[in-house]
């Protein structure tokens, strides 16, 4: 039977995916109908590509954490502790392998499938990086809604691999 915690935190998430895709699907029904609406598919893509992020690092977070708090010993409890979690981690390829490898090496190795040879996490990590701290990233309305499926890719991918 699964704990009410687990469901907790699984619906939690699973909220927070339903709202992204929401999202995602306000982007790409926009209609532009002319240069007035420039201005707001700009706000709308670079939103999507702010959200997207956010919830990679949210998901990746609250799912690490819950992984430790169930099954993990004293060893991986500290390095989750000292894992920068507490101040904030950018879900970057690297940061993500970094955490997932003394973890499990059997997700660590599913998890570098899933994102493959590209560098697509990264991209999207840079890009909201750019966006929140005021400086130039030329998003487009196809950028924002891959990256937004990338992100829910993910998302899912640590929805299956930790809460079932």
């Known amino acids: 039977m699964e704990s009410v915690v687990e469901s907790d935190v699984k619906r939690e998430l699973e909220d927070k995916r339903r709202s992204l895709n929401e999202l995602i699907e306000t982007v790409d029904n926009f209609k532009n109908s002319g240069e007035s609406d420039d201005a707001v598919e700009n706000c709308l893509t670079r939103f999507l590509m702010l959200r997207a992020c956010g919830y990679v690092e949210h998901v990746f977070r609250r799912s690490v954490c819950f992984y430790v708090e169930r099954k993990a010993g004293v060893g991986v409890r500290e390095l989750v502790d000292n894992a920068r979690f507490a101040r904030g981690l950018n879900p970057k390829r690297e ?41 130039s990233d030329n998003c487009t309305k196809r950028r924002s809604i891959e990256q937004g499926k990338l992100a829910i890719k993910i998302g899912d991918w640590f929805l299956k691999n930790f809460f079932n």
């Open 95 to 135: 940061s993500i392998k970094e955490i997932l490898k003394p973890l499990d090496s059997k997700l660590y190795d599913d998890f570098l499938k899933l994102l493959g040879d590209g560098d697509d996490l990264d991209s999207l990590v840079k890009s909201r990086n750019k966006i929140a701290h005021g400086g």
